[in-house]
């Protein structure tokens, strides 16, 4: 894995950059007494090695941009987001990485499929067309799940995991006092009581739906923009287009230091 990360130096210089900062942010929260900050910047520095792992493991190459990409994004997510409340700080934060993770997500879903493809050893060849649709269908389950996690958290731990929106209109079946299927509709809300206790936000809280489907609806633009990228690559194979510096391929021998690591060690005996 060390030969790996050295192999580019851009991602490494990255990679070395972030690794340098969550330390720094570790060793704050640490004096802070943040312990639970403390566990995600550990659990950061792990997630950071999973490209240099899954590179040796599967003989995969990753672009030198997916790679960054991909460690800027587990960064911004958990330093920036979560440790540094980004997500409460910053509107559009959430939206924003929701958005990149479709992105990226579509793009793994189409590197496995387009790995397949490309493997001589297999009888596997699907069109552009279905290989764009699977790479979609693979962001959008990897989104749903997330959102599955969420909603879990919420549920029995009492998270807020899912953060809640202030609106002003009430529209609810519910509130019906005939008990039929038409909905009551309550405008210009401008507070809430609960149990006697004004919540002071303005407008009524709600708890999660609106919050859920925007970042459902931003998942599904990334992996739409993606998708449609990764279709018209593998329609020309346009070498030079922008999926090329996106979408990982077979390791080579040359690029691949565990083989020659190996081959180096039987030499020598």
Same mark, same amino acid.
């Given at each position: ?12 210089? =990255? ?38 792992? =899954?590179? $040796? ?11 960054? /990409? /991909? ?9 920036? @987001? ?6 409460? &700080? ?53 989104? /749903? ?16 995991? *899912?953060?809640?929106? =202030? ?5 609810? $079946?519910?509130?019906?006092?005939? @008990?039929?299927? $038409?909905?009551?509709?309550? &405008? ?25 489907? &925007?970042?459902?609806? $931003?998942?599904?633009? @990334? ?13 020309? *194979?346009?070498?030079?287009? /922008? ?17 020659? =690591? ?8």
């Amino acid at each position: 894995m060390k030969l790996e990360r050295q192999e580019n130096k851009r991602s490494l210089k =990255v990679y070395i950059i972030l690794r340098a900062l969550v330390i720094a942010v570790m060793i704050r929260q640490c004096f802070l007494g943040n312990f639970e900050n403390v566990f995600m910047c550990g659990l950061t520095l792990i997630l950071m090695l999973i490209p240099s792992f =899954v590179q $040796v493991t599967f003989r995969i190459e990753l672009p030198t941009a997916l790679e960054i /990409i /991909i460690l800027m994004f587990i960064f911004s997510a958990e330093i920036l @987001g979560e440790v540094n409340e980004f997500y409460i &700080k910053i509107p559009g934060w959430d939206t924003l990485l929701h958005t990149l993770n479709g992105f990226l997500a579509a793009a793994i879903g189409f590197s496995l499929v387009n790995l397949l493809n490309n493997d001589d050893r297999l009888t596997f060849n699907l069109s552009p067309f279905f290989v764009a649709i699977v790479s979609f269908c693979f962001s959008m389950t990897i989104g /749903i799940l997330w959102e599955f996690f969420e909603f879990s958290m919420d549920w029995f731990f009492a998270t807020d995991m *899912q953060k809640d929106t =202030v609106i002003h209109t009430i529209n609810s $079946v519910m509130l019906n006092p005939n @008990g039929v299927n $038409v909905p009551e509709h309550i &405008k210009n809300i401008t507070d809430v009581t609960v149990n006697g206790v004004e919540l002071g936000l303005g407008g009524y809280l709600d708890i999660g739906l609106i919050d859920t489907m &925007k970042d459902l609806f $931003v998942n599904f633009i @990334g992996a739409v923009v993606f998708s449609v990228i990764g279709y018209f690559y593998s329609k020309h *194979q346009n070498k030079n287009s /922008i999926a090329k510096k996106l979408i990982p391929s077979q390791k080579t021998k040359e690029n691949d230091f565990l083989t020659q =690591v190996t081959e180096g060690e039987k030499a020598d005996i």
